[in-house]
């Protein structure tokens, strides 16, 4: 769990948040989120210093969110700054609006990255991000 967090990125404090979360389902519900989701996100992000962190989120085999690239292939590759992240999480900020102003690049299936959204608010209705 710890090895999420990395000094300077507000957005592993809130991937940590959210591997706690899925640590946190039963059986069922990470099934049930398994089944929904289907897919395994990567998220390059870059903070304000211009460091770059990669995470993953596996909501296809695991149901787990760890740092470094996916070890299988992801659906969709994420490319954000540390705050567009902070602000996707907190639900300030729509995906499809960051994504439309060049906050937020997608590689893959850019379909599959409108499915993020969905997986942050039932996490953040599962424990405040």
Known sequence: MSDIKVSGFKSSEILAALAQVFASYSEEEKKAQIKKTNGIFELKVKNAEGKEETWTIDL???????????????????????????????????????????KLKTRGNMMFATKLDAVLKAAKTKAKL
């Not at 700054?81 to 995906?95: C, I, N, R, V």
């Open 60 to 102: 296809k085999d695991k149901g787990e969110v760890y740092r470094g690239a996916s070890k299988a292939k992801p659906n969709v590759t994420i490319l954000l700054s540390d705050e567009t992240f902070s602000q996707l999480a907190e639900g300030k900020l729509d995906g499809q609006k960051a994504y439309m102003t060049g």
